[in-house]
């Protein structure tokens, strides 16, 4: 039963173009959305997060777009730099249950040159 | 703040024997977790406290495993007796609701 799904393993971008990176869920319990980003041999680092009550969440180069009625969100990094080739982690919660989220299996981005 | 610090980083141990990770938390972390990372069951939470207190274990694999949080900046997971299919990456990450703060982990392997 996975609850939180990244359906593509591996997204290869142009260094300067978008990369756009999706996830599904199944739960409708979830009220909080974070993406996290994974270097090899490092932890994942948390990149940004969406509460339910938002349509879309910007910091920076990255942007998270949800969409409740699909049970669908996105990440999308503009300009994509080669530095942000990594694993890339979908990953949700019941934000009252204290931050236990439920991980997506991860889409590794190649930012070629 | 140092961020969420895992002992040992690398831990190679016999089949059979106990295995002890390590982690301390932020500095003011309530909530601290316990996930393990495996190629075929990516990033699984094994148990999670709040102020030290277990409060949801039902990921943790089997009675081989164990954790505890006698304190607020201090918890360990325990497997005994370790068995080959335990080996992969553990993670503990801490939180103040929000988002959750990860350690570097530890890569267990068991021959």
């Known amino acids: 039963d996975q609850q939180v799904k990244q359906n593509s393993p591996s997204l290869s971008v142009q260094e300067g173009r978008i990369s756009i990176l999706n996830c599904d869920y199944t739960n409708s319990m979830f009220d909080y959305f974070l993406w996290y980003k994974k270097y090899p041999a490092e932890g994942p680092t948390f990149l940004i997060s969406i509460s339910s009550i938002k349509d879309k969440n910007e910091d920076g180069r990255f942007t998270v777009f949800l969409n409740k009625s699909a049970k669908h969100l996105s990440l999308h990094i503009v300009p994509s730099q080669p530095g942000d080739s990594a694993v890339y982690f979908c990953?949700?919660?019941?934000?009252?249950?204290?931050?236990?989220?439920?991980f997506g299996q991860g889409t590794e981005l190649s930012v070629k040159p | 703040d140092a961020g969420v610090i895992q002992s040992p980083r690398h831990e190679v141990t016999e089949m059979g024997q106990e295995v002890t990770l390590r982690c301390k938390p932020i500095s003011g972390h309530d909530y601290l977790f316990w996930y393990r990372q495996t190629m075929m069951r990516g990033l699984e939470l094994l148990i999670y406290f709040n102020n030290n207190v277990p409060i949801d274990d039902s990921g943790m694999p089997e009675d081989r495993f164990s954790a505890k949080m006698p304190n607020a900046s201090f918890s360990t997971l325990k497997i005994q007796p370790s068995e080959p299919r335990d080996s992969a990456v553990y993670f503990c990450?801490?939180?103040?609701?929000?988002?959750?703060?990860f350690g570097q982990g530890t890569r267990l392997t068991v021959v």
């Open positions: 990953a949700a919660s019941v934000y009252n249950q204290g931050g236990k989220l439920i």
């Open positions: 990450a801490s939180s103040a609701r929000g988002p959750a703060f």
